[in-house]
Each structure stands twice: as C-alpha cells, then as structure tokens.
C-alpha cells in the first residue's frame, strides 16, 4: 500500500527530470574535453601534432554518447 502523498511523487520526478538536464551536458563533453586535452599534452611530448589529440578527442567523443545514453536509460527505468 502506497502512504506517500501522490504530489510528493510528482515533485520528486520534476526534480530527477532537473537533475538529469544538468548532468547529461558534462557526461556528454566532459569526456571529450579530457581526452583532447591529454591527447595535446601526448602531442607537446612526442611532436605527433595533432594525431594524438584528435584520436583522444574521437574516443572522448564516443565515450561520451555511451555514458549519456546510459544515464538516459537509467533516467527512463527510474521515471517509470
């Protein structure tokens, strides 16, 4: 039997639904961010300009989609 006020229920998804929108942008570029900046560093040291930053940046990239698909399918499983 459900006690919980169904108000209280509605705010709760409001607020998940708030909490997501801010954390998908930096699941999303973070990654991206990281990896082109490690990859400049790798390509300051071995003079591979730019190769190493863009390869970095690309896996950066696709990690990035995988974890914010990820957190947007937890986000549905837990709205539903």
């Known amino acids: 039997m459900d006690l919980q006020d169904p108000r209280t229920k509605k705010d709760s998804s409001g ?3 708030i909490a997501l929108a801010i954390e998908l942008p930096f699941v999303l570029i973070g990654p ?3 990896g082109g900046i490690i990859g400049y560093f790798l390509d ?3 003079h591979t300009k730019p190769w ?3 390869v ?3 896996c950066g990239v696709a990690a990035g989609l995988i974890d ?3 957190v947007a ?3 549905d499983k837990n709205s539903g």
């Open 73 to 75: 399918s937890r986000g």
């Open 52 to 54: 190493i930053m863009l």
């Open 68 to 70: 914010t698909l990820k």
């Open 44 to 46: 300051r040291w071995l």
């Open 15 to 17: 607020m998940r639904q």
């Open 32 to 34: 991206a961010v990281v």
């Open 56 to 58: 970095l940046g690309l």
